[in-house]
C-alpha cells in the first residue's frame, strides 16, 4: 500500500491537527495516518506495520510560497520536518516538535498553524505561506521590517514564528490592539524575553500595513 | 587577567594569554555613533531566514543521530543489545559503550573524569546508547529498538536528603561534592549589636535554561579532519574540550557557531551529544545532524540548581546592617557541576556589613548535573537577601529604599578592594525617582485599604553581578579597504545580546565610517581569532576594548601612510571621521580612501588585543529593579503592572539592543519568580514530570507587562576598560523575583519564601492565612 493511498482523504480533513488526529485514532494509529478513519476502519485491529511499513513514501503536492511541489513522504513525517529537511525552507524553526512553542508557524491557508503538528499529508491542496514567502524579493516585507526596527528578537530563533503569527493577526485584524496583539502572539515564545519589542514591532507593522 | 582564568565560564578550558596591546587609548570624551540606537547588524538575517543556525544545515549525504538515554534516575546498565536496530531501515552507525572508537573515551564533569558510556547511570537521561540513520524519525525507531536491561538503584532526588543516612551513595565518594565558607568579621558581635535580629528559611527551585534552538550540532569528517556546526556561546571552547576528549590536533577540530539560538549558560561547552555526533559520523562515513528533542533538554543539559537557605541578619534602628548569617544547600546533580557555586555573593558584596557568614554545602542527587545560568547562584540568593532586607526596614519602621540607601558599600568587600565604579547608589536612587516609588506605595497602601478583593504592591531589589568586567584574552583584527569599507574578525560569538551590532559601533566610532560598511566575521576557529565564550556578561568589556584596539592600529598605518601624501610626521597628524587632517595646517587634509599606499596595497590590516583590568579593582554592574502588581485575593492571579530596572553597566553601546536585554532579564527573572520549577518525582520514581513547555511554564506574553522600563545609569569608567563598558546580560536578571516579592507582601502581607509563587501557591497562602 502506499501510492495508491495517497488520494486527498487527507486534504479533506482540514484543521485536524497531528495531536487531534492521535487522541481520535489512539496511538497505535500514527503510522496509518494517511488517509484517517477510513483506512484505519478497512483495516481492522492490524497494527501499524501490518498497514503500511516504515520504508514506504508517498508522493505528495505541497503549495508553498505560492509554488507547487511534489514530495516524497513518510505519512509520519510533519509539515515541519518536510519544510526544514527535506524541501530547505529552514525559515521556519523547531523549538519542540509538540506544540508548544510556536517556532514553527507557518499560514496554512492564512491562519498561523504550528508545522510540528500538521503531517504533510494533511497540508495538501493548502496553501502554505512560510518566512521565506513574505519576502518581496530580497526585501523585507512590512511585519519583518516593523520587527529589524523595533528590535524584537535576540538570538531569533523564535522570530520566524513570532513574524508568521503577527502577519496572520495583522490579516484578520488590520488594526489590533494590545490585548489583541498579546493573545495573537501567546502561542509563540520568546525564551530570550523580547515580547515588549514584539509587541511594538506589532504596532509599528501595523501601522506600515494601513499606509 | 585573573577573572577569566577563575570564572564559572572558562572552568576547565586552558585559556592562552593575550600579548600586552600596547598603549591604550585615550576614554572617549564624545561619541557619535556609540549610544545611539541601531538596527542590528545581522537583523535582516534574522527576520528573513537567511541566517543559517547550527541545526538549519544540511550537507550533502548527511544523515540524523539519535541518542538512547536511562529512563530511571539511578541503574546499573546490564544489558544493551543492538543487533536488531542494525539492521533497521536506514540505520548506518550504532554506538555503545562497547564500540571501539567509544571504549576508551572519556567525558568530564568539573573536575570529575569518568567513562563516556558510564554503565552506571546516575541521572534519568544518561545516555546509553547512540544511532544515525537517513532520517530523524528512522534513527528514533532504531533507538527504540535497542534492548536494554538495567538494574535499577535507589536514588535520592531531593537535595534535602541527599545527605541523610538512607540515602544512597550516588558515587563512592558519598554526596557531598563540597563545602564553601566564608566570614569576616564577628557574626556573633554583630547580633549582639543590633536592635532587630530576623531569620529565615528560603527555597527555590531548579529552573531549566530550555533556549528556544534545542541543543545539538551537525558533525562532519575530512578524513582526520573534524567540523562541528555547533548551536554554542564559544566556538572555541568547543574545539578545546572537543580536541582533548577526541585527541585531535586542535588544528583538525573546525568548530562553525556563527548563529545560535539562545543558551542563557547551558551551551558555554559542548555535550556530550557533540561527541556522539563525531563518533556517529566516523562509523558512518557520513555527516550527522544531531538535534537534542525538547524532552532531552530538559533533562540533560543543565539547570539553575534548587536552593535551601537559611539567613540570619541584624540591623540598629538607624538602619544599620550588624551582621549577615548565611547557610545554603544547593545540588549539583549527578555529578559535580556548581551545585552552591556564587550562591552566596550576594550576601558578601552587595550590602555594608562589618560582620558576614557564608556556608555552602553542594551535594549530589540522582538528576541531570547542572550548568551555569544566567548571573548563576545570585537570583536564589537575591530572593533571600532583597526579602530579608524588607522585613527588617518594616521592623524598624524605615522605607526599604532607605534601608538599602544606608548600606551602601564603599569597596567590593567580598574581595576587599576598591571597585573602579560603583552606581547602587545611583540605581536605587534614580531608579527609585523615575518609578515614582514614594508614590506608588503611598497609592498602593490607600487602594488596598478600600474593599476590593484586587490587591496591589510595590516592590524592589537591588544586586552586584560577581564579574561582568571582562578581561583577556581576547584578539581581533580588522581590515580597512581601499574603498574605505571594512571587515572585522573575531572569534566571539552573538549569543542575540546583539554583540556583533555593538562591535560594529565601536569600529565604526573609530574609524569614522558608518557601521553598514563594517562586515563581521565571527564564530570560527578556523577564520576568526581566540575568545572566550559569550558567558558571564563579559562579552562587550571584553570585546569591545578590542575592537578599539584593533581599530586604532589600523589607523596608525593609515596616518604613516598619509603622512607621505600630506607631507606632514605622522605624529602631527589627527584623525577626524573618514579624513587624516593636520594638526597645525587644517588644510592639510585627506581623506582615508585617498590616501596614495592604501590605494596601492589595497588594505591595511590591525590587530588589537585586549589589554589587563586594573590591578587590585574590582569592576563589576550593579542594578535595581522596581515593580508594581496586582493580586487577585480570591483567584490567586497575578497580574505585573509595570517594571523599571535601573542598571550601572557602565557606557551604553546601542541603547536599542541594551533595553532589549534589560526587558529580556526581567522576563527571565518572572520566569524564576513565578512560573518556573523543575519537578521531579522525589518520593516514588525520582523522575522528571516536566520534561516540557507544556508542564514546565515559561512566562508567554500575557504573562509579561506592557509597561517596561530601562534607565541606564552611566557613570564613566576608563579605569575599567578602554570603551567603560561593563557587562549587562545578568545582572538584569539577579533582583527580579525578589523585588516580585516583595512586592506581592505588600499586596497580601504575606512573605513568599518559597520560589516561584504562582497562582496554585498563591491560593494555597491566601486560604491558609482566611484560616489562620
Ligand atoms: S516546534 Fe512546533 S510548536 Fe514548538
Ligand atoms: S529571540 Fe531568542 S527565543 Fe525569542
Excluded at chain 2, 508614590?439 to 537591588?462: F, L, P, S
Aim: aromatic share 6%; proline share 6%; net charge neutral.
Amino acid at each position: 500500500m502506499g501510492a495508491q493511498n495517497s488520494d486527498n482523504n487527507a486534504a479533506k480533513r482540514e484543521g485536524m491537527t497531528r495531536r487531534g488526529f492521535i487522541q481520535a485514532m489512539g496511538t497505535g494509529a500514527v503510522g496509518a495516518s494517511l488517509s484517517g478513519a477510513a483506512l484505519a476502519a478497512s483495516h481492522g485491529n492490524e497494527p501499524p506495520e501490518k498497514i503500511l511499513s516504515a520504508k514506504d513514501t508517498v508522493k505528495i503536492h505541497l503549495h508553498i510560497n505560492g509554488a507547487d511541489r511534489a514530495v516524497l513522504v513518510e505519512p509520519r513525517w510533519t509539515l515541519l520536518y518536510v519544510l526544514r529537511e527535506v524541501i530547505g525552507l529552514t525559515g521556519t524553526k523547531e523549538g519542540c516538535s509538540r506544540g508548544e512553542c510556536g517556532a514553527c508557524t507557518v499560514l496554512v491557508d492564512g491562519i498561523p498553524r504550528y508545522a510540528c503538528m500538521t503531517l504533510a499529508v494533511e497540508a495538501q491542496n493548502c496553501h502554505i505561506t512560510t518566512l521565506e514567502g513574505l519576502m518581496q524579493g530580497e526585501e523585507l516585507g512590512p511585519v519583518q521590517t516593523a520587527f529589524v526596527e523595533e528590535d524584537a528578537f535576540q538570538c531569533g530563533y523564535c522570530t520566524p514564528g513570532q513574524i508568521m503569527s503577527v502577519h496572520g493577526l495583522l490579516e484578520k485584524t488590520p488594526r489590533p490592539s494590545m490585548d489583541e496583539i498579546r493573545i495573537g502572539v501567546s502561542g509563540n515564545l520568546c525564551r530570550c524575553g523580547a515580547y515588549n519589542n514584539i509587541f511594538r514591532a506589532a504596532r509599528n507593522a501595523a501601522e506600515r500595513k494601513i499606509k | 587577567m585573573a577573572e577569566q582564568k577563575n570564572s564559572y565560564y572558562t572552568q576547565g578550558l586552558s585559556v592562552p594569554e593575550t600579548p600586552a596591546p600596547g598603549e591604550e587609548p585615550a576614554f572617549w570624551k564624545q561619541t557619535h555613533v556609540v549610544g545611539k540606537r541601531l538596527p542590528r547588524v545581522d537583523a535582516y538575517e534574522r527576520v528573513s531566514g537567511a541566517a543559517v543556525y547550527p541545526s538549519d544545515i544540511t550537507l550533502p549525504n548527511m544523515i540524523y543521530g539519535a541518542v538512547l538515554r536511562c529512563p530511571h534516575p539511578h541503574a546499573n546498565v546490564t544489558k544493551v543489545d543492538v543487533s536488531r536496530a542494525k539492521k533497521m531501515p536506514g540505520v548506518r552507525a550504532v554506538i555503545t559503550g562497547q564500540t571501539p572508537e567509544a571504549k576508551k573515551l572519556k567525558w568530564k564533569y568539573n573536575d570529575y573524569s569518568g567513562p563516556l558510556f558510564d554503565t552506571h547511570c546516575r541521572f534519568e537521561g544518561e545516555a546509553v546508547a547512540a544511532v544515525a540513520a537517513d532520517t530523524h524519525f528512522q534513527a528514533w525507531d532504531a533507538v527504540r529498538a535497542i534492548d536494554v536491561a538495567y538494574e535499577v538503584l535507589p536514588f535520592v532526588a531531593d537535595h534535602n536528603k541527599a545527605l541523610s543516612d538512607d540515602a544512597p551513595d550516588i558515587h563512592d565518594s558519598g554526596n557531598l561534592v563540597g563545602t564553601d565558607e566564608y566570614e569576616r568579621g564577628d557574626v556573633a558581635r554583630g547580633f549582639d549589636a543590633a536592635d532587630v535580629v530576623l531569620e529565615q528559611e528560603y527555597h527555590t527551585q531548579s529552573e531549566l535554561h530550555t533556549p528556544m534552538e534545542l541543543h545539538g550540532c551537525v558533525a562532519g569528517w575530512d578524513k582526520d579532519r573534524l567540523t562541528l556546526w555547533e548551536s554554542t556561546q564559544g566556538v572555541y571552547a568547543v574545539q578545546s574540550e572537543i580536541a582533548e576528549i577526541l585527541n585531535l590536533p586542535l588544528s583538525k577540530v573546525r568548530v562553525i557557531g556563527h548563529y545560535m539560538g539562545g543558551g542563557f549558560g547551558s551551551k558555554l561547552k559542548p555535550g556530550k551529544y557533540t561527541v556522539l555526533a563525531a563518533l556517529l559520523a566516523r562509523q558512518s562515513g557520513r555527516p550527522v545532524k544531531l538535534i537534542l528533542t525538547r524532552e532531552e533538554t530538559y533533562l540533560c543539559t543543565g539547570n539553575r540548581p534548587a536552593s535551601t537557605m537559611h539567613l540570619k541578619a541584624g540591623v540598629k534602628k538607624d538602619g544599620t546592617l550588624t551582621a549577615c548569617d548565611f547557610t545554603c544547600t544547593g545540588p549539583s546533580g549527578a555529578y559535580p557541576a556548581g551545585g552552591t557555586a556564587l550562591v552566596d555573593w550576594q550576601i558578601r558584596d552587595l550590602y555594608a556589613c562589618d560582620n558576614v557568614r557564608c556556608a555552602s554545602k553542594d551535594v549530589y542527587i540522582n538528576a541531570g548535573p547542572a550548568r551555569p545560568f544566567r548571573a548563576p547562584g545570585h537570583p536564589q540568593a537575591s530572593w533571600a537577601l532583597e526579602q530579608m532586607m524588607d522585613d527588617l526596614a518594616d521592623k524598624i519602621g524605615m522605607d526599604p529604599v532607605a534601608l538599602r540607601l544606608k548600606n551602601i558599600p564603599e569597596i567590593s568587600q567580598g574581595r576587599n578592594q576598591p571597585y573602579t565604579t560603583t552606581g547602587l547608589k545611583q540605581c536605587i536612587e534614580k531608579g527609585a525617582e523615575q518609578f515614582g516609588w514614594k508614590k506608588a506605595v503611598e497609592r498602593a497602601k490607600a487602594h488596598n485599604q478600600t474593599d476590593t478583593h484586587i490587591k496591589r504592591g510595590v516592590g524592589m531589589g537591588a544586586c552586584v553581578w560577581f564579574v561582568g568586567g571582562g578581561g583577556p584574552p581576547s584578539t581581533v583584527i580588522i581590515k580597512l579597504f581601499r574603498d574605505g569599507s571594512v571587515n572585522l574578525n573575531m572569534g566571539a560569538s552573538d549569543i542575540g545580546t546583539g554583540t556583533k551590532t555593538v562591535m560594529a559601533m565601536v569600529a565604526a566610532e573609530e574609524l569614522g565610517v558608518a557601521p553598514e560598511v563594517i562586515q563581521i566575521e565571527h564564530a570560527d576557529t578556523e577564520t576568526t581569532q581566540y575568545a572566550t565564550p559569550s558567558g558571564g556578561s563579559k562579552t562587550v568589556p571584553t570585546e569591545s576594548p578590542t575592537v578599539r584596539n584593533a581599530a586604532i592600529a589600523v589607523k596608525r598605518q593609515l596616518l604613516e601612510m598619509a603622512s607621505e601624501d600630506l607631507n606632514v610626521p605622522a605624529s602631527d597628524l589627527d584623525y577626524e571621521g573618514a579624513q587624516i587632517i593636520s594638526r597645525n595646517d587644517k588644510n592639510k587634509r585627506i581623506k582615508v580612501t585617498d590616501v596614495s599606499r592604501l590605494k596601492k596595497r589595497g588594505v591595511v590590516v590591525g590587530v588589537g588585543y585586549r589589554g589587563p583590568n586594573p590591578p587590585k579593582k574590582s569592576v563589576n554592574p550593579f542594578a535595581a529593579q522596581f515593580c508594581e502588581l496586582a493580586v487577585n485575593t480570591k483567584t490567586g492571579e497575578m497580574q505585573i503592572l509595570r517594571f523599571l530596572s535601573a542598571n550601572d553597566s557602565g557606557r551604553v553601546l546601542d541603547r536599542l539592543t541594551y533595553d532589549n536585554q534589560v526587558f529580556g532579564g526581567i522576563v527571565m527573572g518572572i520566569g524564576f519568580g513565578m512560573t518556573e520549577f523543575r519537578q521531579l518525582d522525589a518520593r516514588q520514581t525520582g523522575r522528571l514530570c516536566n520534561r516540557n513547555w507544556h508542564d514546565y511554564k515559561l512566562p508567554t506574553a500575557l504573562d509579561v507587562p506592557v509597561d517596561m522600563e530601562s534607565l541606564p545609569i552611566e557613570i564613566d569608567d576608563p579605569e575599567a576598560n578602554n570603551t567603560g563598558t561593563k557587562g549587562l546580560g545578568e545582572p538584569v536578571t539577579i533582583p527580579t523575583a525578589a523585588a516580585i516579592a516583595n512586592a506581592l507582601f505588600m499586596a497580601t502581607g504575606i512573605r513568599f519564601t518559597r520560589a516561584p509563587v504562582n497562582p496554585i501557591e498563591m491560593r494555597r497562602h491566601l486560604t491558609a492565612k482566611k484560616e489562620g
